[in-house]
């Protein structure tokens, strides 16, 4: 991510032992800073809990608010909410993680390392968090768009035809 503007980076130099929280604010241009064309605009807040003993840092990241997505099936903006909680393994030098930590979000940084940035973890951490079909409720779709799909021609070679239907001849061929 190149804009530094747009980071969540914890400052680890100086990090009181009972450790820190840090919040951000993360809107569309985080998101298009990593070159995702899936969000269009977005307004979370994200809370980052550090405490770091020793070689090890845990940061508790928290992310709420909404992104905003295009409708899979009419095509209008949808305002996903996101709500997401997930920890971060930090290690520093050459610490056996395995040992110390049974997560699976771990990265490790040089010792002499004064921040550490998180961005990619909490981009990461969000986009996964979307539902994979990103469609409005029941009933709330465009209903121009909704015109324009049940108008839309089917002859009767297409009709019940999915992407998945020329298997079926891969079958019969064996």
């Known amino acids: 991510m190149d804009e530094k503007a747009h980071s969540i980076v914890i400052p680890v130099k100086g990090l009181p032992r009972e450790g820190k929280t840090f919040?951000?604010?993360?809107?569309?241009?985080?998101?298009?800073?990593?070159g995702n064309t899936q969000i269009k605009d977005a307004d979370c807040t994200v809370k980052a809990?550090?405490?770091?003993r020793g070689t090890i840092m845990r940061v508790l990241c928290r992310a709420a608010g909404f992104v905003v997505v295009e409708c899979d099936r009419c095509l209008d903006d949808l305002a996903l909410k996101v709500d997401m909680e997930r920890e971060l393994t930090v290690g520093f030098g050459s610490v056996d993680?395995?040992?110390e930590a049974d997560e699976d979000d771990v990265v490790v940084v040089d010792e002499n390392e004064g921040e550490v940035d998180v961005s990619q973890f909490v981009y990461d951490y969000i986009c996964l968090g979307l539902p994979?079909?990103?469609?409005?409720?029941e009933g709330k779709c465009n209903p121009e768009m909704l015109k324009h799909l049940a108008a839309a021609p089917q002859s009767e070679e297409t009709a019940g035809e999915t992407p998945f239907s020329g298997l079926k001849d891969l079958l019969k061929n064996k």
């Open 23 to 34: 919040n951000f604010a993360i809107d569309g241009e985080f998101f298009q800073a990593f």
């Open 49 to 52: 809990e550090a405490i770091r």
């Open 97 to 99: 993680i395995d040992s």
């Open 132 to 137: 994979i079909m990103k469609v409005h409720p």
